[in-house]
């Protein structure tokens, strides 16, 4: 009995320490960053004044958040600056995911397609970025994508423009960076999900009819699409919120909720709205990481 | 002259009829990976409504053969042609023939309908008759029940089932199995064989076989290629493999056999006398065997020569049997039991002779344990007919 007990005990701990982070790292802050929401800024340290006290019972709390709470979440709606930088942040991140997914799956099929020995290696170098800082990494893009950058130096020297491109501080830069950055998300899933094939079902598909192409669309892509599915959100949920990129390669037409929520924060001492758009944006993000762990369910589920 | 094999199953057997046309002919293939040669400047033809299997050890290049009949991979050199067309350059897509994969490769994203209709849909044949060709297969393989399920969410019996499905629904010319049966537990298996066999005979495809198991292969087909290192060491019905193995290498990969090496000393009209030095009554004797067989082969009186004969083909007596001289005996021997293996059906008794060499007898258990009177260290007296073995080369 006491050795069941202290199995069960030690699973418990186990099972616990992710649930004590998530609690510790996640929802703790995030009942903070909502509590902000529900506050006004004030000129003060921190810089709002506390409109909630749950001590007096939730009757009075909900009173409370009947009287001021939702003032910030209306703001939000009625500036057009907010749900214009966060439809632009989704259409920028979803048009920059699609790009990803363009240039990953060729690399994911390509990688799953090479020579057993090789790769190890291929795979070595997609994560090998990783070494670097994330921030180090996007400042090197400015080094490339300036006017007189790399990129313009090389094209002016083998004569395809005559004249240097601006592409920093455009929406352009912004796709780059987010394409470079998020690849690897991409196509590590990808190509766990393409590695996993039997290349027999090719086979099977071709003796029964198939062209190789058609074998592809009709084979291959569809027993790939969780893993599409799974590398798409993780590069779309960072991308939507992504405030290094925009903020060093984007320029002033550049609309993006990350560099918005920054201003509100830093700029304008805005807590409570800075908050308020915090919540918003999470609530947003929240449809895509269902599907995404839907997604990744069907990705582990045993295809035979 | 010495008798041959009756045919034993029905007329079927194009394979003896010079005009016949083989349907199937590898001409000279070899077939290299590397340095490696997998199939060697081999030849063979099969015919129409054949179930014709490869057989041999694991690594022999049986599916090597089927991957260049079903085109994918090309014969190094040699070509290989089917109903006349030289297949040469064509692809898989092209080739009017299916095969059932070792490995099933079905579909996971598809359900077992959409699975069999698979093959059909890639002819644009039209819907209604799709519909229609894909019941008929599912009835055939009696599995209508389960036409919605997905691939995972059936047994390993199953999705054998719907392998073959889709692999017939095209109605191939040829249809090519490669260790169909392999996955399966062996009532299944034995179960299947039967069914693989009766769905031959109704649909009269030709069906091609590759297996490593020489009993799923003497069910299943009407003749069997057998296979050693990228050769063909044999070709002939399963009877014939059996009981006329071409050389030691197959009398042993079949069944079991006893090999008895000796010096041939006479040959007549009705066949050859062998003698088999330290197997005699005594030590100093020789064993005198006498063979039914066609002496007009490539051995002479003089050489060395193995006898091969089966162990249900020994018989077992406790006494002299009749007609045998013990001092001097002909097709006879006399030993000791030394191990008896009780296998329910039959008993295989192990009986050591002069030398210490061991001669496997097997005797079917007709009646009841309680009548066997043969024990351990018993007596015992092995004799056989003229005919029970044959003769093969050193
Ligand atoms: N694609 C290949 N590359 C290299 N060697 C191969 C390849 N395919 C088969 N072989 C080799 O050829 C031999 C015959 O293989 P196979 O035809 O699959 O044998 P089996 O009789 O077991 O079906 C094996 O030794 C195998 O290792
Ligand atoms: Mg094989």
Redesign the pocket.
Known sequence: MNALKRIFGARFVLIGVPYLWLLALFFIPFLIVLKISFSEPAISIPPYSPKLDVSNGLVAFWQQVREFGFENYVFLFEEPLFYRSYLSSLIIAGIATLMTLLIGYPMAYAMARAPRSWRAILLMLVILPFWTSFLIRVYAWIGILKKEGLLNQALLAIGVISEPLTILNTNAAVYIGIVYSYLPFLVLPLYASLERMDDSLLEAAQDLGCTQLKAFWTITFPISLPGVAAGCFLVFIPAVGEFVIPDLLGGSETLMIGRTLWVEFFNNRDWPVASAVAVILLLILVVPIALFQNAQARAEEKVL | MAKTLGPVRNEFSPWTDSDAVPFISFQNVTKR?GD?T?VDDLSLDIYEREFFALL?P???????MMRMLAGFDAPTSGSVSLDGTDLTGTPPYRRPVNMMFQSYALFPHMSVEQNIAFGLKQERVPNAEVKARVEEMLSLVKLEAFARRKPHQLSGGQRQRVALARSLAKRPKVLLLDEPLGALDKKLREETQFELMDLQERLGTTFMI?THDQEEAMTVANRIAVMDKGRIVQIATPAEIYEQPSSRYIADFIGDINLMEGRLTAFSEAGATMQCAGMGPKPEQTLTVQIECDTTGTLSPGDAGWFAMRPEKVRLSQEVPDGIDPANPVNAVEGTIYDIAYLGNVSVYHVKINDGFIIRATQTNATRLVERPLSWEDKVWLYWGADAGILLAS
């Open positions: 990976f490696f997998a041999g694991s690594g022999c290049g049986k599916t090597t590759v």
